[in-house]
C-alpha cells in the first residue's frame, strides 16, 4: 500500500512560469527570509463536480510552519480548494480532478493512497461544527485510539492537553462522558478543532473556523493558531479580511475559481499587483 510517508527534506518546488497569478517573492514567513521547504505543492489542478468546474488550473505552495489565509467572494472555490487537500471532496458524488497535490514527496492522489493516514496527517476542520455521536472525552481520544498515538494510560492526559490549548477543558472536565451535542455551537466548534490536534498534523485545514464563536473565542483560537506554527502548517479559509492580517503569513486570493494572486499579508493588502486583489481587499468587490 502507498502510505503517506514521514517527512522528507524537499528540494524547492518552482511555480510554473505559464502562471503569472501565482509568481512572486520568495517566501517569507514569521520575519524569516529566503525560500522554505514546501508542506504541500499544488500544480495545475482542477475540479469538477458533475460536470462543472468548480476550480480551475489552481497552482500554489504551502509553505512548512506557515499560515496561509485563502480569502475571496463566496462561492469562488475557496472551501472546494480547501477540501481538495486530503481528498475530502472524494466523498461527494460526481467529483472529478486532475492536477497535481504534492504532500511533501507523497502524490495526495496517487494510487493506493491510505486515506486514513492522509487525514490523520493533513486534518480538516470545518465551517459548521461536526461532533461525532459519542462522549465528549470520546470524540477527543477516538483518533488516538485509531492510530494507537500514545499508550491507552496516556490517552486520558492527551484529552486533557487538547482540551486545555482550544480553551475548552474548564467547561467540560466534569461532564467529559456527556453527549457532545449538548455543548453551544461554539464549543462543539472549539471541540472539534481539540480532535483535530489530538492526532498530531502536520497540515490543518481550517474552513471558517470561527465564525460560530464569540469574539473572545475567536481571539484564544487566533493565537492558538499563532502558537501552533511553525509546528503545524495552516491553510485557513476565511471571509474575515482582519483575521486574515491578524494571523497569515501568506494570503491566497481567490475569485470565479481562480487563484487570481498570492503573495505576503503586507503586499496583497498594501500593494497588490491585481486590479481585482485591490478592489477585494479595499471592499469594492465580494
Known amino acids: 500500500m502507498n502510505t503517506v510517508q514521514a517527512k522528507p527534506v524537499v528540494a524547492e518546488v518552482a511555480v510554473p512560469a505559464s502562471n503569472p497569478a501565482v509568481a512572486g ?48 467572494p463566496s462561492g469562488c472555490g475557496k472551501s472546494t480548494f480547501l477540501r481538495s487537500l486530503n481528498r475530502m471532496n472524494d466523498r461527494i458524488p460526481g467529483w472529478k480532478c486532475n492536477g497535481s497535490v504534492r504532500f511533501y514527496d507523497q502524490d495526495v492522489y496517487g494510487q493506493g493512497v491510505d486515506l486514513l493516514s492522509l487525514r490523520r496527517r493533513v486534518g480538516m476542520v470545518f465551517q459548521r461544527p461536526n461532533p461525532f455521536p459519542m462522549s465528549i472525552e470520546e470524540n477527543v481520544a477516538c483518533g488516538i485510539k485509531a492510530h494507537r498515538l500514545v499508550p491507552r494510560s496516556e490517552v486520558r492526559r492527551r484529552v486533557q492537553d487538547r482540551l486545555e490549548e482550544v480553551g475548552l477543558w474548564k467547561a467540560v472536565h466534569d461532564r467529559l462522558h456527556d453527549s457532545p451535542f449538548r455543548l453551544s455551537g461554539g464549543q462543539q466548534q472549539l471541540l472539534c478543532l481539540a480532535r483535530s490536534l489530538a492526532v498530531s498534523p502536520d497540515v490543518l485545514l481550517l474552513d471558517e473556523p470561527t465564525s460560530s464563536l464569540d469574539p473572545i473565542s475567536t481571539e484564544a483560537v487566533e493565537q492558538l493558531l499563532k502558537e501552533l506554527v511553525p509546528d503545524i502548517t495552516i491553510v485557513i479559509v476565511t471571509h474575515n479580511l482582519a483575521q486574515a492580517r491578524r494571523v497569515a503569513d501568506r494570503v491566497a486570493f481567490f475569485m470565479d475559481g481562480r487563484l487570481v494572486e498570492t503573495g505576503t499579508v503586507q503586499q496583497i493588502f498594501e500593494d497588490p499587483r491585481r486590479i481585482e486583489t485591490g478592489q477585494y481587499v479595499s471592499g469594492r468587490i465580494g
Open 25 to 72: 517573492p520568495e517566501l517569507e514567513v514569521a520575519g524569516t527570509t529566503g525560500a522554505l521547504p514546501k508542506a504541500m505543492t499544488v500544480t495545475g489542478f482542477t475540479g469538477a463536480f458533475s460536470g462543472k468546474t468548480i476550480i480551475e488550473d489552481i497552482s500554489l505552495e504551502l509553505a512548512e510552519g506557515s499560515i496561509t489565509a485563502i480569502v475571496g
